[in-house]
């Protein structure tokens, strides 16, 4: 990106200062995924914090995929994070795979077991629980911690070569059980996994794990700086351990910032796929999502979620961003982009019953209410149209200006139309309203007689387009749920709404993405998975108002 934004914050100031004491000549940074899910909005933050810092200094960076866990780790995974990161409008300097670098970390698995800093523990995954101690009481020792180096060269061998089950034996790292940073009370750094892995097929069947294998990568690459969030925090000290025991020649520094939450969405992938697996969501894409694969469906854009995570900034602090600041920048984005256009998604029939039978017109329509300079367009008019069904309600509630039984209010671009009659069904539902219109008060005519207090958009019932429409709401009820263990308890029923509707006809060959502002209802895209040859279906972005103010 050559656009960098250049705003302030801490760990901007630590490379800064890195730079002006010659610590480096050169800043390297890493986005280092794990290939077991699609990204959501808050590897958008790492993206674009990693990406535009080493950018700004002329460095580089990194994507590596952290695919040291075959049991949840796919090439489906890994060709979907490309493609985001790539859609966002990043391109990386390397691209790299932990499993790459396996026989190096198995090296300085055996370095460590002969410097006498690891041992191969037999305990089952509870025994080490109960060994651990708490937060308040020290741990105890394993009783194979005292294991000879020769005996635990010649058992980790073994654990190499198959020759033991899953979960029968693991390499621990030899610290101190009585740390009071439980992730220093010996450490599981290597573990038996008989699976295929996706990069590395049946090469392995132990693998390192995650606090172990990634200080050695970040160090293998010459990362400099190592940013993550908050949780690793306690792991810094292991981390640190790690590159000095393994005599790794560079040495990087972890920097934590505070990870991205955002009200009334889900922000684990292991919740999002949840999701997926049990068929809330209509998959990692599903426009409710929060996935970069989801809001790029949904309509959003690569700028507006780039200018979305400039804005929110980087800290230390824990806290929650208002979802509507995020809905706040595609508006911003789509203000000047999207087409503006005209769609009935609820659809009333209107019948003009002195509009003569079997004749149409063909009005001139301000292509933008707002904009003269971009001209007009032409529809066609005739005997019945279709309006929304909100702009109708056969008994008004106070200071409700538009069409209800006696009113007169302006069709957008014709003529003023006054509800005159209404017809329901057997069951009471209202199906059509009928109206008469005034000849005089065609638009463009310069009519002056007389004022209506409103104004509504409509279709033409013979010249238009089908179209579905989807409108979204949060996945999630509860600002907070999707931080709970329960969140699926509060799943918001009404997330999903879809209308059969109709659409101008200058817009019939709408292409996949491409973005409308129709007017009074919202910003639309024209989905990628449920538009057919035969048929459009439009996602709502966004409506068209918020009372959200950005600070």
Known sequence: MSNTPNSSNFIRNIVIDDIESGKHQEIITRFPPEPNGYLHIGHAKSIVLNFELADEFKGKTNLRFDDTNPVKEDTEYVESIKADVKWLGFDWDNLFFASNYFDTMYEKAVLLIKKGLAFVCDLSSEEMKEYRGTLTEPGKNSPYRDRSIEENLALFERMKNGEFANGEKVLRAKIDMSSPNINMRDPVIYRIAHSEHHNTGNKWCIYPMYDFAHPIEDAIEGITHSICTLEFEDHRPFYDWVVRECEMESVPRQIEFARLNITNTVMSKRKLKLLVDTGVADGWDDPRMPTIAGLRRRGYTPESIRNFCREIGVSKAYSTVDSQMLEYFIRDDLSTKAEKATAVIDPLKVVITNYPENESEILEI???????????????????????????MEEPVPKYYRLFPGNEVRLRGAYFVKCTDVIKDENGKVTEIHCTYDPE??????????KVKSTIHWIDAKDNVPAEFRLYEPLINDAEAGNSANFLDDINPNSLIIKQG??????????ILDKFQFIRNGYFTVDSKYTTAEKLVFNRIVPLKSSFKLK
């Open 366 to 392: 301000p292509a933008d209410p707002k904009d003269e300079s971009k001209g007009t367009i032409k529809t066609t008019f005739s005997r019945e149209i279709y309006i929304e069904q909100e702009d109708f």
């Open 441 to 450: 008060t065609k638009s463009g005519t310069g009519f002056t007689g007389r």
């Open 502 to 511: 109709f659409m101008e006809p200058r817009i019939k060959d709408a292409k």
